[in-house]
């Protein structure tokens, strides 16, 4: 980057909504364990007063649906997952009548093998689990996969939304039946799905998992040369397709034993794609409908929050930080931003939950993405919603505010927050004055209000504080904001080429 100088002035910089929302205040680095059980009952509550009737079939697309799909698992999965961090009788209640109802039976004819069919077998198995008299309650869905063992075929998982439907079906019978075939047959078909279903056609031979980008293609239709629709030079990695494939992952790692075989393997994957998610997280704590696309929002009248991949995501990084896979001090304020996001923006006061993309399998599809408009299937989403509250509800209560230094007393108020920078190259050296030792972050914006760079630092000292940043980005104008508990600044700079 050619710079001839640099023109520097301090400016009153108002953001955009989709960069920083009302509710974002120093409670966003906030979570009460008590706050988390009361935005997730008041969701599940809606679900459950809106839908009394375990059995009621739905119709969706003029097509008649039973009420054990896919969608209606993923509810239940959530459930029981927040079920098991706090024990309300209505929950298991609802559980064991929708159950009841269905005979503890998956898949339909002509479906024993599709995982969209057997997603409710994970809610059925963790209720056997709760009470293993009851074996009826797993007896159908084992002996799918039985069936399944009985031959060599591992090419089923050919869309990574199947990953989060039935992996963890395996995980969850290897450890009940105590039988190292379900761990086996788990892992050949989860890593053909991830290394050969990609390519021009199903079982095309190439990945479908991106390592050097550590996400995911939804299936081979969006391999390259398939990319994003918005910001054609990037990739598609549709949000809440990787989104299931991190949640099986949590899942398998959290239903298997620790001398799993290939356990390695799901925690490099999980680690990985954890690392990448992290970069993707939009400024107003969610997730977007396409992760390293951030203009695209899926339609023009979505505004670019989406609850449903954001829900996975805060659910399977809160599960790595408190099983010790991730580092706590650099993923849970990702996590904080995240739930609170949800539960401040997207939660209704009856409970409704916003901003959820329906059934689909890319950015455009479920469109739009509104606060106060349904997705098609209303289940779902919830179950993502539950799926997180289990999880961040274990992280109990938390207070990011307060810095990690070991200071036993910090000032209410700094009104003496200041910073200057230079640049070397395309090295931007941004110095920061603190008259006490906070954590800080700096982040860098182009004109339009989209995030380019991001950098927080928990351990600062009093006096200057010297930060660099790459400009990896090509503008000729940022939008640069130092903030800490206790103050903001932002200043514009102007590149002159």
């Not at 990953?163 to 086996?184: H, S, W």
């Not at 939804?218 to 598609?236: H, I, Q, S, T, V």
């Not at 706590?328 to 939660?347: D, F, S, T």
């Not at 050296?429 to 630092?457: M, Q």
């Amino acid at each position: 980057m050619k710079t001839l100088h640099l023109l520097f002035s301090s400016l009153l910089f108002i953001f955009s909504p989709c960069v920083i929302c009302a509710w974002q205040t120093r409670d966003s680095l906030v979570l009460t364990q008590s706050e988390t059980l009361r935005y997730a009952t008041l969701v599940n509550d809606y679900f459950m007063r809106t839908y009394p009737d375990v059995g009621a079939k739905s119709y969706v697309g003029n097509k008649e649906r039973t009420s054990k799909i896919w969608t209606r698992g993923v509810y239940y999965e959530g459930l029981m997952s927040l079920y098991r961090q706090h024990q309300d009788e209505r929950w298991l209640k609802y559980t064991e009548d929708w159950g009841n109802h269905h005979g503890w039976k998956a898949s339909e004819k002509k479906q024993e093998r599709h995982a969209d069919f057997q997603c409710c077998g994970q809610a059925y198995l963790d209720m056997y689990m709760l009470n293993p008299a009851q074996t009826v309650r797993k007896t159908h869905i084992k002996k799918l996969i039985d069936d399944m063992l009985a031959t060599n075929v591992v090419d089923d998982w050919y869309w990574v939304d199947a990953v989060q439907m039935a992996m963890p079906i395996f995980a969850q019978l290897g450890t009940i039946e105590k039988d190292e075939r379900y761990f086996r047959r788990m892992y050949e078909m989860y890593m053909f799905t991830r290394n050969q279903h990609g390519g021009s056609k199903k079982n095309g031979g190439l990945p479908l998992f991106n390592t050097e980008d550590g996400l995911w293609y939804r299936d081979y239709n969006y391999d390259p040369p398939y990319m994003d629709l918005k910001e054609a030079d990037k990739p598609c990695y549709w949000s809440r397709g990787n989104g299931w494939v991190y949640m099986a992952l949590a899942r398998v790692l959290y239903y298997s034993p620790d001398t799993v075989v290939h356990r390695q393997q799901y925690m490099d994957d999980f680690v990985l794609m954890s690392d990448a998610l992290l970069a993707c997280q939009r400024e107003d704590g969610f997730w977007g409908v396409s992760l390293v696309a951030p203009l695209n929002t899926g339609d023009t009248r979505s505004p670019g929050p989406e609850t449903s991949g954001t829900a996975l995501f805060v659910a399977g990084m809160a599960y790595g930080i408190h099983a010790g896979i991730l580092d706590r001090e650099r993923y849970l304020p990702c996590v904080i931003r995240g739930w609170n996001a949800m539960c401040k923006v997207a939660v209704h006061d009856d409970g409704f939950l916003g901003y959820v993309q329906g059934a689909g399998a890319k950015p455009e599809d479920g469109q739009p993405v509104l606060f106060d408009r349904a997705a098609d299937f209303e289940d779902f989403g919830i179950g993502c919603y539950l799926l997180a509250a289990a999880e961040v509800y274990q992280l109990g209560d938390v207070d990011l505010r307060e810095p990690i230094t070991g200071m036993d007393i910090l000032p209410e108020k700094s009104d003496n927050l200041d910073f200057s920078w230079t640049l070397s190259g395309d090295k931007l050296k941004i110095g920061v004055l603190l008259d006490t030792p906070v954590p800080v972050t700096v982040r860098l914006y182009d004109i339009s209000g989209n995030l380019v760079k991001a950098l927080s630092v928990q351990k600062t000292k009093t006096g200057k504080n010297e930060f660099i940043i790459s400009l990896f980005k090509e503008s000729i104008c940022y939008i640069c904001t130092v903030e800490t508990a206790f103050a903001i600044k932002s200043k514009k700079i102007v590149i002159v080429r």
